[in-house]
C-alpha cells in the first residue's frame, strides 16, 4: 500500500491543537475514521433513521447499468475515502472498471478492505493508497486512463462552501470526470433523526474521537463529561454535530491545558444539505458541468456524473 500521508499521531495533535484553541473550538471530522470509528460508522450506516447510505446506494444500484454507460471503457476508479467500498461494489460489479484506487486516511480500514477486495475482484487491479484527500494531493503512480473520481455519501458537505469550491478545484487536476453524490434538502425532523439517532451509536461515534485523541495524543479527556448533540442550522442549511461539556474543566493536551465551560461546545462535524440553486452555484464556481443526474423517489439524494469545463 502506497502512503502519502505525514506521521498521523503527529498531524492528528497539530490539528487538534489548532481547532481547540480557536474560537469557537472544532475538531476536524477527518479523525473520526480510525479502526473503532471505521465500524461505529459502518453500525450508523445500519440504523433506520440515517438514509443517507441506503438511498444512495439504491441510487447506485437502480441506475448501475446508466452510470456504467456514461463511465465508458477501461475505467481508473479512484474514490475518496473509500472506508469498506461497500457502496462501491455496485461499481465494481458492473462498470469496467480495470483498475481501482481507494483512498483513505485509515491504512488499518485500507488494508482490511482491498485485501477482500482483491478476492472477490481478482480481474480489478486495487491499489490502495493512505493519503489525507483534504489537502492537495496527485496521483502520479496511478494509471491515467479514463480516470473517474467517486466521491460518495454526501461527504463534500462536511467543507464549508469555500473549502468544498477549493477541494472540487483540486479534484479536476486529478480527473476529468467527477461520480458524487449529494445529500439533498428534506424536512428537518427527518435529518435531526439521522445524527441523533435512538440507540445513540452516533453519540459514541462522536465521543470516540475524544478517546482517540486519547490514545494516539496522550490527551486527557473524560469522557462522561461531554455529551453528543446534533442541530439543524436553517441559515447555513446543514446539520452540525456537537460534544458539548456538561462541567467547567480543564483537558491536557500535547503539554499544553485546554479549558472548557460548561455548556462550551467543540463542533467535529458540518454536513451540508443541497437544494438546486446552491449546488449549482457550487459546481459552477469549482468548475464542474452536470452530465447526468440520478435521483431516489423522494428526491432526498443525488447521485451526478460531472464533467470539468
Same mark, same amino acid.
Given at each position: 500500500?502506497?502512503?502519502?500521508s505525514?506521521?498521523?499521531?503527529?498531524?492528528?495533535?497539530?490539528?487538534?491543537?489548532?481547532?481547540?484553541?480557536?474560537?469557537?473550538k472544532? #475538531?476536524?471530522?477527518?479523525?473520526?475514521?480510525?479502526?473503532?470509528?471505521s465500524?461505529?460508522?459502518?453500525?450508523?450506516?445500519?440504523?433506520?433513521e440515517?438514509?443517507?447510505?441506503r438511498?444512495?446506494?439504491?441510487?447506485?444500484?437502480?441506475?448501475?447499468?446508466?452510470?456504467?454507460?456514461?463511465?465508458?471503457?477501461?475505467?481508473?476508479l479512484?474514490?475518496?475515502?473509500?472506508?469498506?467500498?461497500?457502496?462501491?461494489r455496485?461499481?465494481?460489479?458492473?462498470?469496467?472498471?480495470?483498475?481501482?484506487?481507494?483512498?483513505?486516511?485509515?491504512?488499518?480500514?485500507?488494508?482490511?478492505?482491498?485485501?477482500?477486495?482483491?478476492?472477490?475482484f481478482?480481474?480489478?487491479?486495487?491499489?490502495?493508497i493512505?493519503?489525507?484527500?483534504?489537502?492537495?494531493?496527485e496521483?502520479?503512480?496511478?494509471?491515467h486512463?479514463?480516470r473517474v473520481v467517486?466521491?460518495?455519501?454526501?461527504?463534500?458537505g462536511?467543507?464549508?462552501?469555500?473549502?468544498a469550491?477549493?477541494?472540487?478545484?483540486?479534484?479536476a487536476?486529478?480527473?476529468?470526470?467527477? #461520480?458524487?453524490?449529494?445529500?439533498?434538502?428534506?424536512?428537518?425532523?427527518?435529518?435531526?433523526?439521522?445524527?441523533?439517532?435512538?440507540?445513540?451509536?452516533?453519540?459514541?461515534?462522536?465521543?470516540?474521537?475524544?478517546a482517540?485523541?486519547?490514545?494516539?495524543?496522550?490527551?486527557?479527556?473524560? #469522557?462522561?463529561?461531554?455529551?453528543?448533540?446534533?442541530?439543524?442550522?436553517?441559515?447555513?442549511?446543514?446539520?452540525?454535530?456537537r460534544?458539548?461539556?456538561?462541567?467547567?474543566?480543564?483537558?491536557?493536551?500535547g503539554?499544553?491545558?485546554?479549558?472548557?465551560e460548561?455548556?462550551?461546545w467543540?463542533?467535529?462535524?458540518?454536513?451540508?444539505?443541497?437544494?438546486?440553486?446552491?449546488?449549482?452555484a457550487?459546481?459552477?464556481?469549482?468548475?464542474?458541468?452536470?452530465?447526468?443526474?440520478?435521483?431516489?423517489?423522494?428526491?432526498?439524494?443525488?447521485?451526478?456524473?460531472?464533467?470539468?469545463?
Amino acid at each position: 500500500m502506497l502512503s502519502l500521508s505525514p506521521n498521523m499521531n503527529d498531524e492528528l495533535l497539530r490539528d487538534a491543537l489548532d481547532g481547540l484553541k480557536s474560537n469557537p473550538k472544532t #475538531l476536524p471530522c477527518k479523525w473520526f475514521y480510525d479502526a473503532e470509528g471505521s465500524r461505529l460508522f459502518e453500525a450508523i450506516c445500519e440504523l433506520p433513521e440515517y438514509y443517507p447510505t441506503r438511498t444512495e446506494l439504491s441510487i447506485l444500484q437502480t441506475y448501475s447499468g446508466q452510470i456504467a454507460e456514461h463511465l465508458g471503457p477501461e475505467v481508473t476508479l479512484i474514490e475518496l475515502g473509500s472506508g469498506s467500498s461497500f457502496k462501491t461494489r455496485v461499481l465494481l460489479r458492473e462498470c469496467d472498471v480495470a483498475n481501482y484506487v481507494p483512498l483513505d486516511i485509515s491504512a488499518s480500514m485500507l488494508e482490511e478492505s482491498s485485501e477482500k477486495l482483491r478476492a472477490e475482484f481478482p480481474e480489478i487491479n486495487v491499489q490502495p493508497i493512505e493519503v489525507d484527500y483534504t489537502k492537495p494531493w496527485e496521483l502520479r503512480e496511478v494509471s491515467h486512463r479514463n480516470r473517474v473520481v467517486f466521491f460518495p455519501g454526501s461527504t463534500v458537505g462536511n467543507f464549508t462552501s469555500d473549502e468544498a469550491r477549493d477541494f472540487l478545484q483540486n479534484v479536476a487536476n486529478v480527473s476529468s470526470k467527477l #461520480l458524487l453524490g449529494l445529500d439533498l434538502k428534506k424536512p428537518i425532523d427527518v435529518l435531526l433523526a439521522a445524527y441523533n439517532d435512538a440507540a445513540g451509536v452516533t453519540a459514541q461515534f462522536n465521543l470516540n474521537l475524544l478517546a482517540r485523541l486519547n490514545r494516539e495524543t496522550g490527551a486527557d479527556f473524560v #469522557l462522561d463529561k461531554w455529551r453528543h448533540e446534533a442541530i439543524w442550522d436553517e441559515d447555513e442549511s446543514r446539520i452540525e454535530m456537537r460534544l458539548i461539556s456538561t462541567e467547567n474543566q480543564r483537558v491536557n493536551l500535547g503539554g499544553e491545558t485546554i479549558r472548557f465551560e460548561r455548556g462550551e461546545w467543540i463542533t467535529t462535524e458540518y454536513s451540508h444539505k443541497y437544494a438546486a440553486h446552491s449546488l449549482q452555484a457550487l459546481l459552477q464556481a469549482a468548475g464542474w458541468c452536470l452530465e447526468k443526474s440520478w435521483t431516489d423517489e423522494k428526491n432526498w439524494f443525488a447521485v451526478q456524473l460531472l464533467r470539468a469545463c
